[in-house]
């Protein structure tokens, strides 16, 4: 199956550092990719949707200034979470849908291993 | 409202026995696609199974099936012969044409496979 891989896996850093996480598909290309965060114990909650060569789409209640989304080719896109603070400490999870099956509604999204930001 | 709605927030099963876990969904779209991930301890998102709204056979992967009954909306993963391995989080999720390309996920449902 596809891959995507991302990088960090872990991260710590202080309070009011940036943190930027890659998110590449490794064997094919990806038009679009989600960045979704993870709180412990709950459910993936979409932060934005990334488009390749456009301004990415930020889901209701995320700051766009804070969280930027850069998704500068068809297998690479970047998060940089600004200033942070120790309430962005989360598991961040990227995914990549498979351009050749767009449209479909069933085609499968390829999730990233995640990175767990912990911010101190 | 919730628009996946997972009903067990944990499940234990024996080893070697069969468990199913629900997922109901809300949509009014009639093209949709309906998804199981499973996620261990490690974090990462693997996929399982997944079921179009127009294929009319409920969809097979291995040990994993899906028992899509559309007029009930429900999507329910069957995972047979259950090895201690299947132990983890199994989020259901939905993508609907109208709406994007994103997946909207359920709450959960941790299963804990006993020796």
């Known amino acids: 199956g596809a891959v995507v891989s991302q990088h960090p896996s872990w991260v710590i850093c202080k309070s009011g550092t940036s943190v930027k996480i890659e998110c590449r598909s490794l064997?094919?290309?990806?038009?679009?990719m989600f960045w979704y965060r993870q709180f412990p114990k709950q459910s993936l909650m979409l932060m934005a949707t990334s488009n390749e060569g456009s301004k990415a789409t930020y889901e209701q209640g995320v700051e766009k200034d804070k969280f930027l989304i850069n998704h500068a080719s068809l297998t690479l896109s970047t998060l940089t979470v600004t200033s942070a603070h120790p309430e962005d400490s989360s598991f961040y999870i990227c995914s990549a849908r498979d351009q050749g099956l767009a449209g479909l509604p069933a085609d499968t999204q390829y999730f990233g291993p995640g990175t767990r930001l912990t911010v101190l | 409202a919730q628009k996946i709605t997972q009903t067990q927030p944990g499940m234990f099963v024996q080893e070697k026995e069969a468990v199913t876990l629900d997922c109901t969904y809300d949509?009014?779209?009639?093209?949709?696609?309906l998804f199981w991930y499973k996620q261990p301890s490690s974090g990462e998102m693997i996929f399982l199974i997944c079921q179009g709204s127009y294929d009319e056979q409920n969809a097979t992967e291995g040990r994993y099936s899906l028992n899509f009954q559309k007029a009930r909306k429900s999507a329910n993963l069957v995972i047979s012969a259950s090895q201690l391995g299947d132990s983890a989080m199994y989020f259901c999720a939905m993508r609907e044409r109208n709406y994007g390309q994103n997946f909207v996920f359920g709450p959960g449902t941790r299963l804990s496979v006993l020796p």
């Open positions: 064997d094919f290309q990806a038009t679009t």
């Open positions: 949509t009014s779209d009639q093209s949709y696609g």
